[in-house]
């Protein structure tokens, strides 16, 4: 009987034993719990990547990439499952060039990219073609894409004119649009119906921002910024809103209705302020702008400042669930550092370098989220996955990579 009475107790005592081993585990700091390693993938010591990939991650946390190999003739389109199987590899001598691997977009069960002249649409599960595209103009190369229900609007030039071309699901040509007196396309993004394009003019005086009907490709407004260079690609807010930068370090909004100004953003910390790409600027839910020129800044609607933090960055940070920026940067004059940053306040909540892979230190490249909540990085010669701070992404945030939206074009 003693020992029946003895039982309830000690079981008592178990569970109180696990219940603080759980609370002391749950107070780990956050740099205690961040940037982990979950996975690396390494092709073997031929491949070297020429540039860093944007990763593409669909909804079953299935990564895509398209690279350069290392001797710069022969794209590679790879897929890796969510434990960094390889799903399947594509490697073929593409004709032409593309210039910026990582130009990868997916739409359903399809993944689109170029090469030069050539536009490809594959089968995201399968890694087969399912139809190609090519210019009439050979010498011609594509700039930028938009993949909008299967539909693609592309842009290339010839001579002194700006090509918008747009196909049908099945690759075949629906329209063409010529925009003359242009050298060449620095970026496009989407909103509804509509193209934003940015255009160098031909004799590189001035940048001119055009918006242009995906119906039918007709002109809706052309506006010239009191500017002559801009940083390549733009970003476009759910209200429509217009963002770029320019090589003088400013941000600039225009209304997307009428193509003004709305305000122009110049960091007042003129030594630490320089050339960002656009990018770079990361637009968020509630429309407020990062803007990594040189200290890390939030950016209201109206072109308010709302946080500087200290972190010296020029790159792109990516948003995770429960408000959280990751994103590389430097921290009172470390080396590189992965972090993560509260997106209301600016503050530091991790910082980590000394336990990350060597490879993927030194690269420094765009990030992606998985649904898990992981972060995937490529490095110069390896893709690494570690842990975030958050558990789980919100519905659809898989896709907000970079500029935050997945149909914003790509280069």
Same mark, same amino acid.
Request: net charge negative.
């Given at each position: 009987?003693?020992?029946?009475?003895?039982?309830?107790?000690?079981?008592?005592?178990?569970?109180?034993?696990?219940?603080?081993?759980?609370?002391?585990?749950?107070?780990?700091?956050?740099?205690?719990?961040?940037?982990?390693?979950?996975? @690396?993938?390494?092709?073997?010591?031929?491949?070297?990547?020429?540039?860093?990939?944007?990763?593409?991650?669909?909804?079953?946390?299935?990564?895509?990439?398209?690279?350069?190999?290392?001797?710069?003739?022969?794209?590679?389109?790879?897929?890796?499952?969510?434990?960094?199987?390889?799903?399947?590899?594509?490697?073929?001598?593409?004709?032409?060039?593309?210039?910026?691997?990582?130009?990868?977009?997916?739409?359903?069960?399809?993944?689109?990219?170029?090469?030069?002249?050539?536009?490809?649409?594959?089968?995201?599960?399968?890694?087969?073609? /399912?139809?190609?595209?090519?210019?009439? #103009?050979?010498?011609?190369?594509?700039?930028?894409?938009?993949?909008?229900?299967?539909?693609?609007?592309?842009?290339?030039?010839?001579?002194?004119?700006?090509?918008?071309?747009?196909?049908?699901?099945?690759?075949?040509?629906?329209? %063409?649009?010529?925009?003359?007196?242009?050298? #060449?396309?620095?970026?496009?993004?989407?909103?509804?119906?509509?193209?934003?394009?940015?255009?160098?003019?031909?004799?590189?005086?001035?940048?001119?921002?055009?918006?242009?009907?995906?119906?039918?490709?007709?002109?809706?407004?052309?506006?010239?910024?009191?500017?002559?260079?801009?940083?390549?690609?733009?970003?476009? @807010?759910?209200?429509?809103?217009?963002?770029?930068?320019?090589?003088?370090?400013?941000?600039?909004?225009?209304?997307?209705?009428?193509?003004? !100004?709305?305000? *122009?953003?110049?960091?007042?910390?003129?030594?630490?302020?320089?050339?960002?790409?656009?990018?770079? !600027?990361?637009?968020?839910?509630?429309? @407020?702008? /990062?803007?990594?020129?040189?200290?890390?800044?939030?950016?209201?609607?109206?072109? %308010?400042?709302?946080?500087?933090?200290?972190?010296?960055?020029?790159?792109?940070?990516?948003?995770?669930?429960?408000?959280?920026?990751?994103?590389?940067?430097?921290?009172?004059?470390?080396?590189?550092?992965?972090?993560?940053? @509260?997106?209301?306040?600016?503050?530091?909540?991790?910082?980590?370098?000394?336990?990350?892979?060597?490879?993927?230190?030194?690269?420094?490249?765009?990030?992606?989220?998985?649904?898990?909540?992981?972060?995937?990085?490529?490095?110069?010669?390896?893709?690494?996955?570690?842990?975030?701070?958050? *558990?789980?992404?919100?519905?659809?945030?898989?896709?907000? /990579?970079?500029?935050?939206?997945?149909?914003?074009?790509?280069?």
């Amino acid at each position: 009987m003693k020992i029946i009475k003895l039982i309830p107790a000690f079981l008592i005592l178990i569970v109180l034993f696990s219940s603080c081993k759980k609370n002391k585990n749950d107070q780990k700091t956050d740099n205690d719990k961040f940037a982990l390693p979950v996975w @690396d993938w390494s092709a073997g010591a031929y491949l070297n990547f020429t540039a860093a990939p944007v990763p593409a991650i669909d909804e079953q946390d299935n990564s895509y990439y398209l690279f350069k190999t290392d001797n710069g003739d022969d794209l590679m389109v790879l897929s890796l499952d969510n434990q960094s199987k390889k799903r399947w590899l594509v490697k073929e001598n593409f004709p032409g060039s593309n210039n910026n691997p990582g130009s990868v977009i997916l739409s359903g069960n399809r993944l689109y990219f170029y090469s030069g002249s050539s536009f490809y649409c594959y089968n995201k599960d399968t890694g087969n073609e /399912i139809w190609h595209f090519e210019v009439e #103009f050979p010498a011609s190369a594509f700039e930028y894409f938009i993949v909008k229900n299967d539909e693609v609007w592309l842009t290339y030039t010839y001579q002194a004119s700006i090509i918008l071309q747009k196909l049908n699901s099945n690759g075949e040509k629906q329209w %063409k649009t010529e925009f003359a007196n242009y050298s #060449f396309n620095l970026g496009m993004a989407s909103f509804g119906n509509k193209l934003v394009l940015l255009n160098k003019d031909l004799y590189a005086y001035h940048v001119d921002v055009l918006s242009v009907s995906m119906v039918d490709g007709s002109k809706l407004w052309t506006t010239k910024p009191d500017i002559d260079e801009a940083a390549e690609n733009l970003s476009v @807010d759910g209200n429509g809103n217009i963002y770029f930068t320019t090589y003088g370090g400013e941000l600039l909004s225009l209304d997307g209705n009428d193509g003004s !100004v709305r305000w *122009t953003y110049k960091n007042p910390v003129g030594e630490n302020s320089r050339f960002v790409n656009s990018f770079s !600027v990361t637009i968020l839910p509630d429309n @407020d702008v /990062i803007f990594p020129s040189g200290y890390l800044i939030c950016l209201n609607d109206s072109g %308010k400042e709302k946080w500087r933090s200290p972190v010296v960055s020029y790159e792109s940070f990516t948003l995770g669930n429960q408000g959280v920026l990751y994103g590389w940067g430097t921290v009172a004059d470390t080396i590189t550092a992965l972090l993560a940053i @509260d997106a209301s306040t600016g503050e530091q909540r991790a910082i980590k370098y000394t336990t990350l892979n060597p490879d993927l230190q030194s690269a420094a490249g765009p990030l992606a989220l998985t649904h898990k909540g992981d972060i995937i990085a490529v490095g110069s010669k390896g893709i690494h996955c570690v842990t975030s701070l958050s *558990t789980a992404l919100e519905e659809n945030a898989w896709a907000k /990579i970079g500029k935050g939206y997945q149909n914003n074009s790509v280069r």
